[in-house]
């Protein structure tokens, strides 16, 4: 296992640059599952379907952010563990992480199940899309479990540096549920319901698989074995893994919020807007994978007891976002209207490819400072220092539904992105303070 202790050996640019890459490329097809749900059904079935999956997104974007956010509270325990060679405590923590998120999982999606129609309903989702909005939120939900499982599987194999396992699990159901998507849409004329259960399918196979190879992976560390639960260890992985969920569900939470007032546009809009946000959901995910690397380096650096390494690593963090950020805003000023076509096709209506176009041109110019808050949110969560991480993305989450909420009735559906930067910058502005106070260096001495 000596091989995968690049993180605390490596130079941090470049042990960065390999931990995050297979998870950014995991996390782009991730989102290529919505992304493929969205154009087919845009494209295939119409505007309203297209709307209808826009609809639901806000929503199932927020179960996904708290399963990522969840496993990755957890690898923080795992990876400081694996940093100290601690094999059997390391153990123990990951049969208490699938468990328990296991349990969780299953009370959402009934929980979903139950109250998905009440929910679109106070979101304001238009009368003509709401059935198909329920019906695609329910069949969602049926599949929380493997979702939940695969996700967490994923950041445990990141904790022990074996990022790349489930990118080739990823890629492989990605492809999987396109194929699934265009076959049950085009072939059987299922519409929404066939792009639903497609994901399903796929993410269930690919948990399941992801499961197999991961007990395959433990089983080669010799240790001794010490139960599948443990309640303390438990209680340490909620303590990161609260806030992490809070973190990753910041964005999808505020949207699912704004959702409501971008629902009383009507489907028009609401069409474009959720091909806007299908676009904005890959372009953050270089953001997020530096950020959930940052992470785990963080993590296994102080489990060494190397925590000079830890600036060093977060400087590098940022020039990786700097990159990123720069290829992003090209791409989006130049092509942002054959991107969106891509959702719309050629008889998507003016309005929906104006809302579109508008969202993009906007943001693209903006995508950096989510990086560099992804980048010290990173940090801050990997040395345990939770409690301005916390507060930094509440005050995000604040700023963007409170000023969409009073803003876009009086001034139009574009103040809803307009805000979005401001929440942005002044959670970097946070968490950046407190690591500058070196706070998060004495937690675990």
Known sequence: MMKNDYLVQKKPLSALGIFALPIIIGNFFQQMYTMADSAIVGRFVGEQALAAVGASYSLTNVFIC?????GIGASVVVSRYFGAKDYSKMKISVFTALISFLIISI?????????SRKIMIL????????????????IYFMGLPFLFMYNVLSSMFNALGKSRIPLVFLIFSSVLNIVLDV???????????????????????????SFVVFLRVIKGLNSEFGGFFDKS???DMSRIALPSILQQSTVSIGMMLVQSVVN???????????????VESICIVPMMGIGNAVSSYTAQNIGAGKKERVKEGYRAANIMVIFCAVIICVVLEIFNSDIIELFLGDEGTAEAVATGCGYLKYMGWFFCLIGFKMA??????GAGDMKMFTVA??????????????????FGIAMVWCTVPVGWFVNWAISFTEYKTGKWKRIYN
């Open 66 to 70: 708290v399963a990522i956010g969840g």
């Open 107 to 115: 009370i959402l999606g009934g929980a979903g199940l139950l109250f």
């Open 123 to 138: 979101l304001n989702t238009p009368e003509d899309v709401l059935d198909m909005a329920v019906t695609y939120l329910n």
């Open 183 to 209: 076959f049950m849409v085009t072939g059987l004329d299922m519409g929404v319901s066939g792009v639903a259960w497609a994901t399903l399918i796929a993410q269930g196979i690919s948990a399941v698989l």
């Open 233 to 235: 260890e438990f209680l």
């Open 264 to 278: 009383s546009f009507g489907y028009q809009t609401l069409a474009g807007f959720s091909a806007a946000m299908r």
């Open 376 to 381: 010290v949110d990173g940090l801050l969560r």
């Open 393 to 410: 993305n509440m005050v995000n989450l604040a700023i963007r539904v409170i000023a969409s909420m009073t803003l876009a009735p009086r």
